[in-house]
């Protein structure tokens, strides 16, 4: 699946929710189900400091492919984060850097997206874009 | 007090947040504005819009009137002793800054600064770079763990060599209520002056400038029902005349010649510029508005809803509340076990409850009770039992969602 198709599933999937809680209540339980970051991945240059919630981000790329791994101590970060790495995981680094993740905006969720909610998603998709970037061959 | 009235003169609470009412607890952050300081605000635009202190004609002369009245009306409102003990300001931390620099020029090498350590970062960041810049000292009253200043440790700390000391009225992140009768007296003793931070009172108790004898006094319109963006620097007359002026400009000048300028009198010498004059306007509408209230029935009303807020939140199972301070005003401070406050604070906004959640610009408090920050519902004295009744509801659907 491209990452358009991906974001399309995630789309249909957020169109069952018309209620708030409920939409929460399921990007919470992909929260809980995010594969935690292996610990000695957790150190202090992959966190991303935000005011209120923090963010650590492993990336890696083999055989032209991207895997990401993060975690949050804030949950709804964390389900936010599953989701973007649902969409990115498995593509080729050009495809990653080319990402803008406008899905988010469409299951209305771009509020934690916006630089001024200082939460770490922001730095941390920057951080995604950057290490896509590098791998690129 | 009948609050359903009071309510009524606020647009804002009527207000529909992800379809649901309304409910606003973030009074700490920033107040709602009545309906009389809105319009007052257009009608300047409308009616009397023109730059004052500059003009003859008859619309300049009329915005310099509404624009001095107001001034006239805080003065009063604080019981000054003059009207140009008030000066205009952006707001509390344009007014420290104001100090720190002005102040801060007649102070040397190893003078002393005390401040606390429960103080709003706009409290702690202008003596730090006064220090830096002049080489002075600062000192700190530290805090117990319910939130209260170990003022044994303050009267210990003041010695000749403290020059100022700059502390909180009311805190922000734990609402604690310092004993600035006794701060101010004890720094006078040793010569040194008394700046407060009114950031979080005027809004929440009766203030008298000349009874609590401080020699500053800052604060913000915009936590006190008025606009954004103007605020007011109280400070005593005979202090202000011998500090240098903090910025240079039209309006703050006697005369002015390319070699040198003299400077022009209070409060004109701290107001250098074009002002906000429909801000200033606002803000005088707001205290003729706070006139208007009985604060005594103010204060019983905030501290109901304090109590009764604290005894409900007992209830949830692994609360736990940062400061609990002897006394204090309506604001809480919590956290719930095994909680992040960015979650909680994301659903109770779906829910239409706005609270604030992180540090609250007072990192130093969260680094001494070891925490990222903290949840914070901070009453005004149109909030209602009702809304805290919501509020309880809402947490008790939430925790259980987000519990593993
Ligand atoms: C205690 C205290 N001091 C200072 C400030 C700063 O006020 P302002 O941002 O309006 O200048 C605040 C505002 O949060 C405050 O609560």
Not at chain 2, 381 to 386: I, L, P, R, S, V
Request: aromatic letters at 8%; one cysteine or more.
């Amino acid at each position: 699946m491209s990452i358009t198709e991906k974001e399309q599933e995630i789309i249909e999937e957020f169109a069952l929710y018309d209620d708030w809680m409920d939409k929460y209540e399921y990007i919470i339980e992909l929260g809980k189900e995010l594969p935690i970051i292996e610990e000695q991945y957790k150190t202090k240059d992959r966190l991303i400091k935000g005011c209120q919630s923090q963010v650590w981000l492993h990336a890696d790329c083999k055989n032209n492919k991207m895997t990401f791994s993060a975690d949050s101590d804030a949950i709804i970060t964390k389900g936010i984060i599953a989701l973007l790495i649902r969409v990115v995981n498995n593509e080729s680094p050009a495809d990653v850097a080319r990402s803008d993740f406008q899905f988010i905006k469409e299951i209305g969720l771009q509020e934690h997206l916006s630089p001024t909610r200082s939460n770490g998603l922001v730095s941390m998709v920057k951080e995604m874009k950057l290490n896509a970037l590098k791998a690129v061959k | 007090m009948n609050i359903k009235s009071i309510r009524s003169q606020f647009p804002i609470l009527e207000q529909k947040i992800h379809g649901k009412p309304l409910v606003y607890f973030d009074n700490g952050a920033t107040t709602q504005k009545p309906l009389s300081v809105i319009q007052r605000i257009n009608d300047y635009y409308a009616r009397e819009n023109a730059n004052i202190h500059r003009g003859v004609h008859t619309l300049s002369q009329e915005a310099t009137t509404a624009y001095e009245n107001a001034r006239t009306m805080i003065q009063n409102y604080l019981g000054a002793k003059e009207n140009h003990e008030i000066l205009f300001t952006k707001g509390t931390t344009d007014g420290i800054n104001l100090v720190a620099f002005s102040f801060g020029e007649l102070l040397k090498a190893e003078d002393e600064i005390i401040i606390s350590a429960m103080e709003h970062h706009s409290n702690i960041v202008p003596w730090q770079m006064l220090c830096e810049r002049k080489g002075c000292k600062l000192r700190i009253i530290p805090m117990d763990e319910k939130g209260d200043l170990v003022l044994d440790t303050y009267d210990s700390l003041l010695s000749n060599k403290t020059k100022l000391v700059a502390v909180t009225h009311i805190s922000n992140a734990l609402g604690t209520v310092n004993d600035v009768e006794h701060i101010i007296k004890k720094a006078h003793a040793v010569g040194a002056k008394v700046l407060i931070d009114g950031a979080q009172s005027i809004q929440h108790i009766q203030v008298n400038v000349q009874e609590l004898d401080c020699d500053f006094y800052a604060f913000s319109g915009h936590k006190l029902f008025g606009p954004t963006g103007i605020g007011v620097l109280y400070g005593k007359e005979e202090i202000l005349n011998l500090m240098p002026p903090y910025q240079g400009g039209g309006d703050m000048i006697k005369e002015v010649t390319l070699e040198k300028t003299t400077y022009n009198s209070l409060p004109h010498k701290f107001e250098a510029g074009t002002p906000n004059i429909a801000g200033g306007i606002g803000l005088g509408t707001a205290f003729e508005f706070l006139n208007s209230l009985d604060m005594k029935e103010v204060v019983k009303h905030e501290q109901e809803l304090l109590e009764y807020a604290t005894s409900e939140l007992e209830k949830i199972e692994g609360i736990k509340f940062y400061g609990q301070a002897k006394v204090k005003t309506s604001v809480i401070s919590f956290l719930i076990e095994g909680l992040h406050p960015y979650d909680v604070g994301t659903l109770l906004d779906k829910m239409g409850i706005a609270v604030r959640t992180g540090h609250h610009c007072t990192q130093p408090i969260m680094n001494q009770f070891c925490i990222p920050g903290t949840i914070r519902a901070s009453f005004a004295f149109y909030n209602t039992k009702g809304e805290i009744d919501v509020f309880i509801k809402a947490l008790n659907r939430i925790i259980p969602m987000l519990k593993n």
